[in-house]
């Protein structure tokens, strides 16, 4: 095998063969392919796509870069959620213990924010003492015991993927479908998980910018995740617009403790609630009731139990940024347009997210919503509250919400249609 070939034939828009897979993967996760060959590769990859026979081959090579997780001991079903990357979408961690109250369990390995998408594992860092490194023994306790986990993948799973993402990261090759579905689904199943809902993302907040190229997406992954055996579902969701309040990390946090406690923001109840009754189903426990687990603390309970066995204190008080600019509404009217990728652009340069990877986070950094899209807005009234601990970042937090970011249309235009409202948001769904 030689690399220049396997980069030509899929530079020139051919098919790679099996064995040119298997190898090309191999020697890149052990240091024989140059970052710079695979850099290229994926760029190829990006630009002429795969068939869908490369991209299952690509998958199970990823997979068997590194170590396979089992969870069949479990005395529960095991299944998981895996959103493809938004803004404000703090879903995983009211979802996690939601679940696991209503009886499955939920091995959730999650990342860390990259760009203007945040990570689980940024968020929940904000909570004093919560760490994110588990080993296999610790992970598997905690499912054992509290029934919900989240935490860092270890570096034996996916090596391959690991480095490849890394990769892509930094040489613009993150929006390719072949790329995006099987780094997702070899981390999933060598994860070990017996059923998988994912939560693909459409809109300006996420890799699929538009609704057939999240469909493509959808139907690529739940096809790889039921070849290996894994009982797939997704939900293809709105993300137009951030969902609920906050983009941050400890303001998402707070934000998904509201709705542990019965409250919160609709659409992130809703969505909650619409991918729980989906990872219930898939996990064989289709007369669980999760809105009732909302309601009489038990997901709350749970929440509080999975946050103290990783070191954290549930009670302790959440940072808060020292510096806020609040943004107040250019007029009056309905609130048309809130983008999501402004307000995730804008919670990253507050300092949210970081521009490396090695790069750290600040917890209390973020973009506080006090109003969505559809509700009526009153000139001069704050409409956003920009959180940091580094107040030069405001200037370019500003300038990312500036022109089309924000539209505010007059109520009559409203109601005639032209204030677009918002979509619904859960758009599709794809089994
Ligand atoms: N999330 C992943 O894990 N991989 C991708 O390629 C994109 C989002």
């Given at each position: ?26 020697a ?30 690509w ?23 895996h ?53 296999n ?24 993927d ?68 894994v009982?797939?579902v ?18 998402e946090?707070?934000e998904s403790?509201?709705?542990?406690a ?7 109840v ?20 999760p ?14 139990r ?33 983008d ?25 950094a ?32 500003l ?33």
């Amino acid at each position: 095998m030689d690399v220049i070939s396997i980069i030509r034939t899929k530079r020139d828009g051919g098919a790679l063969s099996d064995a040119q897979i298997d190898w090309v993967v191999a020697a890149y996760t052990a240091g024989e392919v140059a970052d710079e060959q695979m850099s290229a590769l994926a760029m190829a990859i990006l630009l002429n796509g795969m068939e869908r026979r490369e991209i299952a081959r690509w998958t199970a090579a990823m997979i068997a870069s590194g170590e396979r997780m089992d969870f069949r001991a479990l005395s529960r079903p095991t299944v998981d959620k895996h959103s493809t990357g938004g803004v404000g979408d703090k879903i995983t961690l009211p979802l996690a213990p939601l679940v696991a109250a209503c009886g499955a369990a939920v091995p959730q390995l999650s990342g860390r924010g990259l760009g203007h998408t945040g990570g689980t594992l940024d968020k929940l860092e904000s909570i004093p003492g919560w760490r994110a490194g588990l080993d296999n023994a610790e992970m598997l306790r905690v499912l054992d015991e509290v029934g919900a986990v989240v935490c860092a993948a270890g570096e034996g799973l996916a090596p391959a993927d690991r480095k490849l993402y890394a990769l892509r990261d930094v040489t613009g090759t993150v929006e390719s479908l072949p790329l995006i579905a099987s780094s997702i689904m070899s981390k999933k199943i060598a994860e070990g998980t017996g059923s998988l809902v994912l939560d693909v993302k459409v809109g300006s907040g996420a890799f699929m910018k538009t609704l057939d190229d999240a469909r493509a997406l959808a139907e690529t992954m739940v096809g790889l995740g039921t070849d290996h055996g894994v009982r797939t579902v997704a939900l293809l969701t709105d993300m137009s617009t951030p969902l609920g309040r906050t983009a941050g990390n400890a303001l998402e946090v707070a934000e998904s403790v509201e709705v542990l406690a019965g409250g919160g923001p609709r659409d992130v109840v809703d969505l909650t609630l619409a991918l729980a009754r989906e990872m219930l189903d898939a996990a064989g426990l289709p007369d669980a009731d999760p809105e009732r687990a909302l309601a009489d603390g038990s997901a709350m309970d749970h929440w509080r139990r999975m946050i103290a066995a990783q070191g954290g204190d549930p009670d302790a008080p959440l940072p808060t940024a020292r510096e806020r600019h609040v943004v107040p509404a250019p007029a009056s009217g309905v609130l048309a347009t809130l983008d999501a990728y402004a307000v995730g652009l804008a919670a990253w340069r507050l300092g949210a997210g970081r521009a490396r990877k090695e790069e750290g986070v600040q917890a209390a950094a973020g973009v506080e919503l006090h109003a969505k899209p559809g509700e009526s807005v009153v000139e001069g009234a704050p409409l956003v509250t920009l959180h940091t601990d580094t107040p030069e970042r405001f200037e370019a937090a500003l300038e990312a919400l500036a022109g089309e970011a924000i539209r505010v249309v007059p109520a009559d235009a409203a109601d005639d249609g032209t204030g677009t409202p918002p979509p619904p948001t859960v758009l599709d769904r794809i089994a």
